[in-house]
């Protein structure tokens, strides 16, 4: 089992960057897929990045260009760079994990994904 901490959230204007950082408990971080969802207020959880376990990276089309999912194992840690932040970027941010057998998917749903952080919220003005 893992427990998932997001940090790195905030008001900003838009163009501005921000970087993301979830933190995970537990044993074999390594062997874990990540990625981040996005839930805006009165709309559903939509997927944003994931990295696999062997650091292959997918994006949603709305980000892609933008923003950078990334992994750093020693630390236990995912991270999601955001640049050219948009008012329509505005939401809370989730991390998610899920333990995989091999490192060949790229996981966009939220169904695939065991564990969740509690979400870190932002906010991007025009």
């Known amino acids: 089992q893992v427990q998932l901490v997001e940090s790195g959230g905030g008001l900003v204007q838009a163009g501005d960057s921000l970087r993301l950082s979830c933190a995970a408990s537990?044993?074999?971080?390594?062997?874990?897929?990540m990625g981040w969802f996005r839930q805006a207020p009165g709309k559903e959880r939509h997927f944003v990045a994931t990295?696999?376990?062997?650091?292959?990276?997918a994006y949603a089309d709305s980000v892609k260009g933008r923003f950078t999912i990334s992994r750093d194992n020693e630390r236990s840690t995912v991270y999601l760079q955001m640049n050219g932040l948009k008012p329509e970027d505005t939401a809370v941010y989730y991390c998610a994990a899920r333990q995989t057998a091999g490192p060949y998917y790229y996981y966009r749903s939220t169904d695939d994904y065991a564990y969740w952080g509690q979400g870190t919220q932002v906010t991007v003005s025009s």
């Open positions: 537990g044993r074999a971080f390594s062997s874990y897929a």
């Open positions: 990295i696999r376990r062997d650091t292959y990276t």
